[in-house]
């Protein structure tokens, strides 16, 4: 499982950005994806996953503003994130896992893509 995460980029407070994770070698309706990310100097925190059903969970801090979804015919999973803060800066890891009952763990997930920065700016 390859997967490629693109999108991020600089944007003000409250502002909005789609980030996208394609995938590779495997169709990713098959698995559960988590958005997991890494702000400066501080630990990786879960952000949203969904599984190959189609169910969601959020992280606390994001719920409400945040959603996640995916286009199996793009075999890409995208996380729509609305009323951004400055706080929401980080490096955006997208990551897959057989496993979705645990897919709130950040070491949930065996299959991880390089990072794509998202940086708000107050």
């Known amino acids: 499982v390859q997967l490629q995460a693109s999108g991020g980029g600089l944007v003000q407070a409250g502002g909005s950005l789609r980030i996208s994770c394609v995938a590779s070698?495997?169709?990713?309706?098959?698995?559960?994806t988590g958005w997991i990310r890494q702000p400066p100097g501080k630990e990786r925190e879960f952000v949203a996953a969904?599984?190959?059903?189609?169910?969601?969970n959020y992280g606390v801090s994001v719920e409400g503003r945040f959603t996640i979804s995916r286009d199996d015919a793009k075999n890409t999973v995208y996380l729509e994130m609305n009323s951004l803060k400055p706080e929401d800066t980080a490096v955006y890891y997208c990551a897959a896992d057989l496993n979705y009952s645990t897919s709130r763990r950040t070491d949930n997930y065996r299959y991880w893509g390089q990072g794509t920065q998202v940086t708000v700016s107050s």
């Open positions: 070698g495997v169709a990713i309706s098959q698995y559960a």
């Open positions: 969904i599984s190959f059903s189609g169910d969601t």
